[in-house]
């Protein structure tokens, strides 16, 4: 398998078949942060398309870094911009589809059915509390305990301060843990 520079270089020297390897590796996560974002499936969908979109039609510019941290900075541009029209247009909250976050937050290993119940029910509370949380406090927890991404990574991906991601991790946790009962979620955090 290329590594993504070689992928990339390729890209920018004309071969655009290409395009569809780095869509294969990248596009469950950029799905799944749009998705933790908006709280919609269908949303999701859509700025997962249009952030690919974005990078193709930008692809000449990337100069080979972080690929998946490239992709998921234009992802949450994308989610910050729906975000905002979204709250223009409407201010009614979505309701959010508990078998989907089940999907996105668990594993179907879970050996009795009480506990996929129960599961499931911590799944789309952890999602719901997510979506409480300010944007910019929930994007610093996505990606630094979802995605694994170092605070310094972070600040660099959302143009933020090495302090004001580490402030933004430690105040979306503390909400978090004021929204749910930490005995049902060690394992999500």
Known sequence: MLEDKELIRRIQNGQTEYLNKIAEKYYDDIYYFCRYQTGSREDAYDLAQET???????????????????????????????????????SQE??????????????????????????????????EALLALPQTQ???????????????EIARMTGASYDAVKSRIRQGLQKLGKLLDPDDFREHL
Do not use: Q
């Open 52 to 90: 690919f979109l974005r990078f193709i039609r930008y692809v000449d510019h990337y100069r080979y870094r972080n690929l998946k941290g490239y992709l998921l900075t234009i992802a949450m541009n994308l989610c910050r911009e729906h975000m905002r029209a979204a709250a223009k247009t409407h």
């Open 138 to 152: 929930r994007e610093a927890v996505l990606l630094h305990h979802f995605y694994g991404y170092k605070n310094r």
């Open 94 to 127: 979505k309701i959010i589809d508990s078998a989907a976050w089940h999907g996105i937050l668990t594993s179907s290993e879970t050996p009795h059915a009480d506990s996929r119940t129960r599961t499931s029910e911590n799944a789309v509370l952890l999602a």
